[in-house]
Structures are given as structure tokens and as C-alpha cells.
Antibody, heavy 118, light 108 residues
Framework: QVQLVQSGTEVKKPGASVRVSCKTSGYTFSSYGISWVRQAPGQGLEWLGWISVYNGDTHYAQKFQGRVTLTTYAPTTTGFMELRSLRSDDTAVYYC???????????WGQGTRVTVSS | EIVMTQSPATLSVSPGERASLSCRASHSVSSNLAWYQHKPGQAPRLVVYDVSTRATGIPVRFSGSGSGTEFTLTISRLQSEDFAVYYCQQYDSRPPYTFGQGTKLEIK
């Protein structure tokens, strides 16, 4: 069965970086893109970006341009999201999801809580 | 960028009744329109995709409709497990894959 399993809770100081992993299984890794979505406390879902596992193309939400980098590592079928220059308003639960580029987000990771606090 | 606007922000409905949630796109969207259900402490769950196709395991009481810029998610005969926040999203070939701000479906 399709599974996306994310890395654990992170606590970071303002200005630091965080890297969240998303280990996938149960499907052909290169056949689907991976998107990243976050939910800040009391807020809705916010799309951060998408990466094509097939050719490495990336698209980022304008709000995060220059601060976020999405990558994948095929040997371990894992996706990664790095967010830099963290601020307190980056405190959120971050999700990876399979989909994008005309595919719905049909499978999701369990979420990774990132807290940014001094 | 396509802006997705959902209404109402909160919808209060009694169990067994029907709920209709609306989603409007700022520009015409192809058929790449999805609805997600999100409960506290859980990952979002795909409910409907391609405007009207139910995702795997979704009960038949969920139905999606619409075209162009206006879309609706209808849940007939609400059950206790249906109360959650619902988001619409467009996932066309060109990002960004924007979400609406969500509709909270609560028990009346």
C-alpha cells in the first residue's frame, strides 16, 4: 500500500533552517510528483511547493521563493523539504503529499510539527 | 495565480441533514478540482477529485459538481464522522496549487 512517512518533530530558533524528510513506499517513485503543504496554528492549508520526481523540476509558492528547497533521493524514494531563515510564523505542521501537475494529492504524510521559538 | 474562495466559512448542520459547500475560482479552472477533509490531529484526506470523482473509500453520500469557476461539494445524510474542515483546491498542470480558506462543517 502507498505510504508517506515523515520525519519527527523539530524545534528551531529564529534564523535557523529545518529539513523535513518524506519516505515513500508502495508505488513507482518516479511516476508522481511530491508537494509540500503546511498548516499554521488556527490557519488553513497552505501550499509551499512541488517537485517532479521524474526530472527534478520544482515550483515554489511565491511567498517562499528563495527560502525553500525541495529535493528527492531516488535510491531511498525519499523527498526532502528545507526551509531557511525560519521565523516564528513558520511554526506549523508540514505535510508532504503525493500529487500535483494534474494529479490530486491522494496520499499524505502524517505531518511534521515544526516549532520556531527563541 | 488562481484564488480559491470558499463559502460559508462555517456551516452548522444537524446529523442526517444535507450540507452544500461552495468553492469559487478567480479564473476558470479545468477539471482539476479536488476537495479534502481535514480533522484535528490527522492528515488531510482526499474526498473528491476531478470535480466529481469520489476518492477510494469515500462513501456515496459525498458528491462533487460544478464547472468553470463554481464548484460544490454536497454531503447527503450527514454522519458524525463527516464533521470536519473541508478545503477545495485546484491542481492544474501549472502551479501554484492553491487551496481555498476552508469551510468548517460543525454539528448544529
Amino acid at each position: 500500500q502507498v505510504q508517506l512517512v515523515q520525519s519527527g518533530t523539530e524545534v528551531k530558533k529564529p534564523g535557523a533552517s529545518v529539513r523535513v524528510s518524506c519516505k515513500t513506499s508502495g508505488y513507482t517513485f518516479s511516476s508522481y510528483g511530491i508537494s509540500w503543504v503546511r498548516q499554521a496554528p488556527g490557519q488553513g492549508l497552505e501550499w509551499l511547493g512541488w517537485i517532479s520526481v521524474y526530472n527534478g523540476d520544482t515550483h515554489y509558492a511565491q511567498k517562499f521563493q528563495g527560502r525553500v528547497t525541495l529535493t528527492t533521493y531516488a535510491p531511498t524514494t525519499t523527498g526532502f523539504m528545507e526551509l531557511r531563515s525560519l521565523r516564528s510564523d513558520d511554526t506549523a505542521v508540514y505535510y508532504c503529499a503525493r500529487g500535483g501537475y494534474s494529479s490530486p494529492f491522494d496520499y499524505w504524510g502524517q505531518g511534521t510539527r515544526v516549532t520556531v521559538s527563541s | 495565480e488562481i484564488v480559491m474562495t470558499q463559502s460559508p466559512a462555517t456551516l452548522s448542520v444537524s446529523p442526517g441533514e444535507r450540507a452544500s459547500l461552495s468553492c469559487r475560482a478567480s479564473h476558470s479552472v479545468s477539471s482539476n478540482l479536488a476537495w479534502y477533509q481535514h480533522k484535528p490531529g490527522q492528515a488531510p484526506r482526499l474526498v473528491v477529485y476531478d470535480v466529481s470523482t469520489r476518492a477510494t473509500g469515500i462513501p456515496v453520500r459525498f458528491s462533487g459538481s460544478g464547472s468553470g469557476t463554481e464548484f460544490t461539494l454536497t454531503i447527503s445524510r450527514l454522519q458524525s464522522e463527516d464533521f470536519a474542515v473541508y478545503y477545495c483546491q485546484q491542481y492544474d498542470s501549472r502551479p501554484p496549487y492553491t487551496f481555498g480558506q476552508g469551510t468548517k462543517l460543525e454539528i448544529k
